[in-house]
């Protein structure tokens, strides 16, 4: 007997099977955009398109209303931490998918999956033009998907797909805090001189760094035998199930950073997912929900742990085993140094932790204009050039490297980037609160040992998996809400240390 | 307009529906045996359970049987070889569908799953024991399933879901006359000296015969930019669309064969699905549904071609690329001698053309032998080890090389195996006639020109895709009826002339 029997066999059974359909789609996912031959795509749009159809149609099934009623009745409130709050969790994702047609959700699946595989050439050829039809139809659809429901703005709509719960005004109020505290610093590390980061860069052969990845993974708390690392042009993680953890990067042959915190990065989202309490698993409760907590376990993981001092003792002996002669003249000060280098840059994905949230402003303020209408598709490569200028100072040469970079937009995830912010923010609460309850956390940090501090996630976070929306569950978790204090602090103390900026005026 | 459009939009949109889902399940088995974490197997036999629920309950819809009479009335018999054949499959799909619970298909699909699973444990170990709980539920499952039909015999049941309305009467006079016919070859050959073939044995490294497979696999008229080839444990192909194909295959490091012939077999079922009709795409006609078929393409390459001595002019040079210092020194017709080899054997899938329908014969009967209730699942290794010496004088050493060896069982299917001898029939029926009409097929096929041979096939084979049962398909393209005389015929005078057996004799 477990606490979800309470929901009834048929429920979740129900629920069960709408978690292994999502789990199909997942994969059909992953291969996509790391096996699948290229002349299977126009196949695999359908594909992704039935399977939407029908986790909708069971999702938001007279059956599983009945079910849920039936459930939440029988239940009385009680059990909030377990079958009652699958039932509501169940209940809100059954109230969303009873106002969206199943026609518009299989629309959306299949152009979604149309536009990306276009993007995919379109930034290989830098021409906006191939991917513009395939944005202004995911426009289109998103815009009748907002139309499904009654939202203050039309933004909030697509937030919640990612961060449910969360509301423009308030995402935007944390940014802009987030952005004041940060331009100020990036003003003030630009007039210091650069640090070197020359070690990184070079021949570094792919077959060597993929041996160096997979071990650097394997040093992580990964489940054991419940994980693979693939290559992919856009680095992702996605769980199949929390036993089933598929971890993906790329490699730059002259660029050995871009694969050792991308690795990084993506266990940290896999170290999430394989962390969900086993008793709730095949439940809507029983997997992340909130991209912001999830962004917060990858930034954590990659920022705090992988690039912070600590771990760069341990950090060191691997890349100089696997590069010895790029890495042994090295110092563990000096790698430190270099995985840390404060540039502006046009790349988000290999941005440094502090100019990384200008690029996810840029985004989020383009995203809000094309939906409040202020900004057509036509116009994004232009608005990208003069928002790049304005807050990083930098020319855009092309649009591969400008507003082509990144696969949300023509995948359909607008409204996914403050995520990625919101999950520094929320990383830099948890690691404040960790670091004062793990007291030989550096030294855990400096030998490799990731255990402890991946129990007392598990014990404080993962626990609360998907049954609450992210500032509810940092309230549990710190008993404050989500601030951006503690980011910009640790940014403040961090860098003003390694660019020796007087700490009076950071 | 094509001539589907007469199904109507509501029937091709859920039979689309259905063969996403089918592409899906593809997907989900694909991935078990290529690159799934070990730790992902359970959650990956409820997944299975659950698309063969979701499968299962779209294909025995009252919906579904409503828009089937509609169109069929609408129809009138009209256009058989479009609409009216998909809407004819299709139909007795929805009969098959209806007669059995959605449990029990869900039941089967996770025990199949978890069986096979077990297996790979119980061969790595050669222990009988642990696979045989998983046997008996299986057993248990599969005589549950026959009990929703009525069949004359019991195997029936389960020989339809691999041959759709074959007999086991039929098949079993149909083996019985090629048991008849080779057994006698095989002493003859026998009592002749052995050829040489020990040029495939000694040390090939792994990555060098990937590479080698890698371009044999491209040597074949596989689909441009269609196509992956991965390793496995026991190879197989898998379509997820004709533009999806996805072979796979083992290497042994001291045998260069198991390689070589192993993707040429794979690549001719991959080949079989590329070539099925694109208009017929996403429907229950246009996939290939007889397995005989099916395996009468992958021996039809993989003996046929792939052992013939014309492409062994084209095959050489491959090997004596990667392989210089073994191969360079053996001559095309040593070549030949070595790819043919006839040595009864333990392992199925390393036989001769010769013995191999052997191996089947002894799978058929006792399949047979236990669905008749005349046999145990406990029973079966000593079984096996009594057969392999009644009909190939052989010693079973242990379950590994025994009754543990193949996938087919584990994975529940039951009824299957007849289809490779029943393959093998057709091939030799099929390659009769091609020969007769392609005047410079030799030539053809030394010169790796295999697009005509290809052409062919498609005109004349592929184009009734899953349309007709085998028996009608073989009769349309042959205007005979499934007949193991050319196959006897081609034996005997392929491995007369190896052997030099005196031709009046044999």
């Not at 152009?111 to 906006?128: D, G, I, N």
């Not at 709730?280 to 993981?301: D, I, K, Y």
């Not at 996630?457 to 998996?465: D, I, K, N, S, V």
Request: aromatic share 8%; charged share 30%; with cysteine.
């Amino acid at each position: 007997v477990t606490p979800l029997d309470a929901l009834g066999r048929e429920l979740r059974d129900l629920l069960g099977e709408i978690a292994d359909l999502e789990s199909a789609a997942g994969l059909l996912g992953w291969d996509e955009r790391t096996k699948m031959p290229p002349a299977g795509g126009a196949a695999r749009a359908e594909q992704h398109a039935t399977l939407a159809r029908v986790i909708h149609e069971r999702l938001g099934s007279d059956r599983l209303g009945r079910l849920l009623d039936d459930a939440r009745s029988r239940l009385d409130g009680g059990d909030e931490d377990g079958a009652s709050a699958v039932v509501a969790v169940a209940r809100r994702e059954w109230e969303k998918a009873r106002r969206v047609p199943g026609a518009l959700r299989a629309d959306l699946a299949r152009a979604e999956s149309l536009s990306e595989q276009a993007w995919a050439e379109a930034r290989a050829k830098s021409s906006f033009a191939l991917l513009r039809p395939h944005l202004e139809r995911l426009l289109e659809l998103k815009r009748l998907y907002i139309e499904c429901f009654e939202v203050e703005h039309p933004y909030d709509a697509l937030l919640d797909d990612f961060e449910p719960e969360a509301r423009t005004g308030e995402v935007r109020a944390t940014l802009e805090r987030l952005r004041d505290g940060i331009v100020p610093l990036v003003e003030r590390i630009a007039a210091q001189p650069e640090l070197d980061d020359s070690c990184l860069y070079g021949d570094f052969p792919l077959d060597a760094q993929r041996r160096l990845a997979g071990e650097l993974a394997a040093m992580l708390p990964l489940p054991a035998g419940g994980w693979r690392l693939d290559d992919t042009a856009h680095p992702f993680a996605e769980s199949i199930a929390r036993t089933d953890i598929r971890l993906t990067t790329r490699y730059d042959p002259g660029y050995l950073g871009t694969a050792v915190w991308s690795v990084i990065h993506e266990a940290g989202h896999g170290l999430y997912e394989a962390g969900m309490p086993a008793d709730l698993a095949r439940t809507p409760a029983g997997r992340p929900r909130s991209l912001s907590l999830h962004e917060s376990q990858s930034r954590l993981w990659e920022n705090w742990v992988g690039r912070g001092r600590p771990f760069m003792t341990a950090l060191h002996p691997l890349l100089a085993a696997h590069f010895p002669e790029r890495m042994e003249a090295v110092s563990v000060d000096e790698l430190y140094g270099a995985a840390n280098v404060v540039r502006p840059s046009l790349i988000r994905v290999e941005a440094d932790e502090v100019t990384y949230n200008l690029h996810i402003v840029i985004r989020f303020e383009l995203e809000l204009e094309l939906f409040e209408g202020r900004l057509g598709v036509s116009d994004l490569p232009e608005a990208w050039r003069a928002r790049y200028f304005k807050y990083l100072g930098l020319e855009v040469p092309d649009d591969a490297t400008g507003v082509l970079q990144d696969v949300h937009w023509p995948s359909g995830a607008f409204g996914y980037f403050p995520t990625y912010s919101l999950g520094n923010v929320i990383a830099a609460q948890l690691w404040e609160r960790v670091r004062s309850e793990i007291g030989d956390l550096d030294d855990r940090l400096a030998a490799a040992d990731l255990e402890p501090l991946y129990a007392w996630l598990g014990e404080r976070l993962f626990r609360h998996a998907g049954k609450l929306p992210a500032a509810a569950t940092v309230e549990r978790v710190l008993g404050t809400s989500i601030d951006p204090t503690p980011l910009v602090a640790h940014l403040a103390a961090k860098y003003g240390e390694l660019y020796r900026i007087d700490a009076a005026v950071a």
